[in-house]
C-alpha cells in the first residue's frame, strides 16, 4: 500500500492550496481515506475523511473552508483549502483504513499513512 501526498507549500492568511494524494495497492478502491495535520509541537488531528459511498466528516474549524474529494478511479483523493488560517498550519497526512467506513476521524484507527506535505500560513 502507498500513498504519496503532494501539494503543500507556503500561503498567506485567506488563501487557497489544494493537496493530492495518490494511491495504490489495495486490493479494492473502496476504503474509508482521510487527511489529517499534525501543527507544531501538537498531536496529529483528524480533517476531513470520506468513505466508499461518498460520505464527508469534517473537523468542525475546516467546515465550509475545506473540501475532501476523489476521482472516479478513486486513485487520487484531493483536499482543496480555502480562506486559509494560520492555525491551518502543520504537516498534512493522507490516510486509510482497511474499512470502507469512516466512524471517526481518530488517527488510531487508521492503517495506512502517507509521508506527509508541509502547509504554512502566514499571518
Known amino acids: 500500500v502507498q500513498l504519496v501526498e503532494s501539494g503543500g507549500g507556503s500561503v498567506q492568511a485567506g488563501g487557497s492550496l489544494r493537496l493530492s494524494c495518490s494511491v495504490s495497492?489495495?486490493?479494492?478502491?473502496?476504503?474509508?481515506i482521510g487527511w489529517f495535520r499534525q501543527p507544531p509541537g501538537k498531536e496529529r488531528e483528524g480533517v476531513a475523511s470520506?468513505?466508499?459511498?461518498?460520505?464527508?466528516r469534517y473537523k468542525e474549524s475546516v467546515k465550509g473552508r475545506f473540501t475532501i474529494s476523489q476521482d472516479n478511479a478513486k486513485n487520487n483523493l484531493y483536499l482543496q483549502m480555502n480562506s486559509l488560517k494560520p492555525e491551518d498550519t502543520g504537516m498534512h497526512y493522507c490516510?486509510?483504513?482497511?474499512?470502507?467506513?469512516?466512524?471517526?476521524?481518530?488517527?488510531?484507527?487508521?492503517?495506512?499513512w502517507g509521508q506527509g506535505t508541509q502547509v504554512t500560513v502566514s499571518s
Open positions: 495497492g489495495y486490493t479494492h478502491n473502496s476504503n474509508c
Open positions: 490516510a486509510a483504513r482497511t474499512t470502507v467506513y469512516c466512524s471517526s476521524l481518530l488517527a488510531r484507527r487508521f492503517d495506512d
Open positions: 470520506i468513505d466508499r459511498d461518498g460520505i464527508t
